[in-house]
């Protein structure tokens, strides 16, 4: 395989990866960001959390989730757990953020 086919072939896994985002995110109500993943859940519980010589780190519990990683075979994921010490991001979507501006229509 040449470099250019796995280019092509990254590519197409990553426009997949999109379209299926774009089908399921309407069945979330959070989006969540750590520093490997990108995860649409319903329910996610945030704790942050100290070592013993006072680092801070963070355990995030999700449930239902989808994953957004193209190299996993399957995306939905009925438990999470993860543990970091870098930033964590947890957002609500809201049906507004679905819309295209303009349009009137969800994405």
Do not use: C
Not at 10 to 22: D, I, N, P, V
């Amino acid at each position: 395989m040449s470099s250019e086919d796995l280019e092509k072939y990254e590519a197409e896994m990553e426009l997949q990866l999109y379209r299926e985002y774009r089908d399921v995110v309407g069945l979330f109500g959070y989006v969540v960001e750590t520093e490997r993943r990108f995860y649409l859940t319903n329910h996610v519980d945030l704790q942050p959390r100290s070592t013993e010589n006072g680092e801070m780190y963070f355990e995030v519990t999700m449930e239902d989730a989808w994953v957004w990683d193209m190299y996993r075979p399957a995306r939905f994921v009925r438990n999470v757990r993860v543990v970091t010490f870098k930033d964590v991001n947890v957002e609500e979507i809201t049906k507004s953020d679905l819309e295209v501006p303009g349009s009137g229509h969800t994405v």
